[in-house]
């Protein structure tokens, strides 16, 4: 059954650091979101992506992210400066444009740890 | 939506006995679909079922049904003949159908754990 991979399962990094979190969606699918999950509770929708642009974005995704699609399967989400609180777990999930399905399909999660 | 939220943080059931998690939603559209999706402790979120707004007829799949009450704005989940396998977190979200809105709103979650 085609999934959505993530890498790299988890990553520690300093704060101020710049990290980079990928993503593999599903290949026939047109669109592509990232939430994240803070301490295993409230799942916080960050950005959503289609056609090649952000189609929408929450309050939380500031300047300080960023998503592309560089290369037409990879779907990366940079944090340039990170801070403690960025500390989470980072779900990409896909869905394809089927009209009956509206199904988000998510990867296993990049879990992100700030010191 | 302006929210999604559930009623119980955690709850419990008996093996082979049923449950149910309690949702609301807070919208003024018309139609919308709803989801529950299973996030077991591997972490992985898994759909379980789905609803559209414009259906009476509430979704069945295996052993989950919703009771999906619109004018209430309620979308509770049953779980029949509970196996050790549902504990899990469960999340209800929500989705308009409207274009250019592409998110999809989740609720706190519910923690349910099965005794065997």
């Known amino acids: 059954e085609p999934e959505v991979t993530q890498t790299p399962s988890h990553q520690v990094t300093q704060m101020g650091q710049e990290v980079i979190l990928r993503c593999v969606p599903i290949s026939n699918h047109l669109y592509f979101y990232w939430y994240r999950q803070i301490l295993g509770q409230k799942v916080e929708f960050l950005v959503s992506f289609y056609n090649n642009e952000i189609s929408e974005k929450s309050e939380i995704f500031d300047d300080q992210f960023s998503v592309e699609r560089p290369d037409g399967s990879n779907f990366t989400l940079k944090i340039r400066s990170t801070k403690l609180e960025d500390s989470a777990m980072y779900f990409c999930?896909?869905?394809?444009?089927?009209?009956?399905?509206?199904?988000?399909?998510f990867g296993a999660g990049s879990r992100l740890t700030v010191l | 939506a302006r929210a999604v939220t559930r009623s119980q943080p955690e709850m419990s059931v008996r093996e082979a006995e049923t449950v149910t998690l309690s949702c609301t939603y807070d919208?003024?559209?018309?139609?919308?679909?709803l989801f529950w999706y299973k996030q077991p402790p591997s972490r992985q979120m898994i759909l379980v079922i789905r609803?559209?707004?414009?259906?009476?007829q509430n979704a069945t799949e295996n052993r989950f049904s919703v009771n999906f009450q619109k004018a209430a704005k309620s979308f509770s989940l049953k779980i029949s003949d509970s196996q050790l396998g549902d504990a899990a977190m469960y999340f209800c979200a929500y989705r308009s159908t409207y274009s250019g809105t592409y998110k999809y709103i989740f609720g706190t979650g519910t923690r349910l754990k099965v005794l065997a």
């Open positions: 999930a896909s869905k394809d444009r089927g009209t009956g399905a509206n199904v988000l399909t």
């Open positions: 609803q559209e707004a414009y259906k009476q």
């Open positions: 919208t003024s559209e018309s139609d919308y679909y």
